[in-house]
């Protein structure tokens, strides 16, 4: 059973573009809206999501709060390891996880989890690797393409769609 679900940001939640502003300190990212209700629906579910990525950023510091998002680990050098971390605290294992990821920094860690997923634009030797290639790019719905292939590969689509009737 999956409970937790897991998200690198660039080039997943976000289609991999970087915009600064004026000051160092402004970063802009494009989130998806639907990718972010799916995240919301899977909540009200009653299961968790954690947010591993390498780089580091303000911006998604804020959209992990927003969505409520119960981890978020930024500048993460080893995805796998922090992912055991998160795996102690809520006493699950790597069977209990869904990922997604594009580039190789993701690769162990999803090669370890239950179910894996990755954007139509991901790096090929991550597309030939996962359990699911995507047709939604990062950034374009391929994080609630997951979501929805997670509810309906655990039997959850009724209970989803009750969330909001």
């Known amino acids: 059973m999956i409970e937790l679900l897991v998200f690198d940001v660039d ?11 004026n000051s160092d300190a402004e970063e802009f990212k494009i989130f998806n809206v639907k990718d972010g209700f799916g995240i919301v629906s899977w909540h009200k579910l009653g299961r968790k999501s954690a947010i591993i990525t390498g780089r580091s950023s ?9 969505l409520g998002i119960a981890y978020l680990f930024q500048d993460v050098k080893n995805k796998k390891e922090t ?6 605290q809520e006493n699950l294992t790597f069977e209990n996880v869904a990922a997604i990821g594009d580039d190789l920094n993701d690769l162990s860690l999803l090669r370890s989890v239950g179910l894996s997923f990755a954007p139509n634009d991901a790096l090929p030797l991550v597309r030939d690797e996962v359990d699911v290639l995507l047709s ?7 994080v609630r393409q ?4 997670v ?6 689509s009724e209970e989803f769609l009750k969330l909001w009737l």
Request: aromatic share 2%; hydrophobic share 35%; glycine share 18%.
């Open 146 to 149: 997951m979501i929805d292939e």
């Open 136 to 142: 939604l790019g990062g950034g374009k719905g391929a």
């Open 83 to 88: 992912l055991e971390l998160i795996l102690k």
């Open 151 to 156: 509810v309906k590969r655990e039997n959850l």
């Open 11 to 21: 080039g997943c939640l976000t289609d991999g573009g970087i915009a600064y502003g």
């Open 58 to 66: 303000r911006v998604v510091e804020r959209r992990a709060k927003e």
